[in-house]
């Protein structure tokens, strides 16, 4: 089944660990998105990414680092720098070929989501 | 970044009752979406909004795109316990992008 997966779904690390959360998407939708939600504070954007080997800083990047080598791979790195880690990270991915704006064909679809957890 | 503004931030229920929340914006939107998202899950698309005073149902829940292009509502009819989660309203400013502002998310019980 296509889909968006999210590894792992549970992660706990120590104050000064980096981390890495994996997400795969075999939709072949050419862009991905890092979301951050908070309790009470809805979803954030941390980077995005419109197509291969492109990304761009959302509105709370800092802390964190992507890379997109591969279509269906985004992978977020949760550095030591990143002063509050704790929370829930969403995965999403859209296809703008589609018809986005006109039908839902465009629209982001989202994984199950990584929960960190930091000691 | 701007968020939009959703209301209400919680609402308890009884199962059957009728339930709207709406988000409004300062900022004209060309898009409405409303998600739901279920403990623990991410959250999955209900109803996708493009026109300005356009009305969508989805089984028992419908939505509407503001005629101002500010604000958009979703009502879910006759609830049911498995209609627990959080809905989050999305908006779009621009067409040709594809970065979403979301609210802050209605969390919804419903008691039977």
């Known amino acids: 089944d296509g889909g968006i997966t999210q590894s792992p779904k549970y992660l706990f690390r120590k104050e000064g660990q980096n981390v890495t959360l994996s997400c795969e998407q075999n939709?072949?939708?050419?862009?991905m998105y890092w979301y951050r939600q908070d309790p009470g504070q809805g979803l954030r954007l941390i980077y995005y990414?419109?197509?291969?080997?492109?990304?761009q800083k959302g509105d709370i990047a800092e802390g964190y680092s992507v890379s997109r080598e591969k279509k269906e791979s985004f992978p977020l790195t949760v550095t030591s720098a990143q002063k509050n880690p704790t929370a829930f990270y969403l995965c999403?991915?859209?296809?703008?070929?589609?018809?986005?704006?006109?039908?839902?064909?465009?629209?982001?679809?989202f994984g199950e989501g990584s929960r960190l957890t930091v000691l | 970044g701007q968020q939009l503004n959703q209301s209400p931030q919680s609402m308890f229920i009884q199962e059957g009752e009728d339930v709207s929340m709406n988000c409004t914006s300062s900022?004209?939107?060309?898009?409405w979406l409303w998600y739901k998202q279920d403990p623990g899950e991410g959250p999955v698309l209900l109803i996708a909004?493009?026109?300005?005073?356009e009305l969508t149902s989805n089984g028992r829940l419908t939505a509407q795109f503001g005629i101002t292009r500010k604000d958009s509502f979703l009502n879910i009819s006759a609830s049911i316990p498995s209609d627990v989660g959080i809905y989050f309203c999305?908006?779009?400013?621009?067409?040709?992008?594809?970065?979403?502002?979301f609210g802050k998310g209605t969390t919804l019980s419903v008691s039977s």
């Open positions: 999403a991915s859209s296809n703008p070929g589609g018809l986005a704006g006109v039908s839902n064909t465009g629209e982001l679809f």
């Open positions: 939709l072949n939708h050419d862009a």
């Open positions: 990414s419109q197509i291969v080997n492109d990304f």
């Open positions: 900022s004209i939107f060309n898009t």
């Open positions: 909004l493009y026109k300005a005073g």
């Open positions: 999305a908006g779009r400013r621009n067409q040709a992008g594809t970065a979403l502002i």
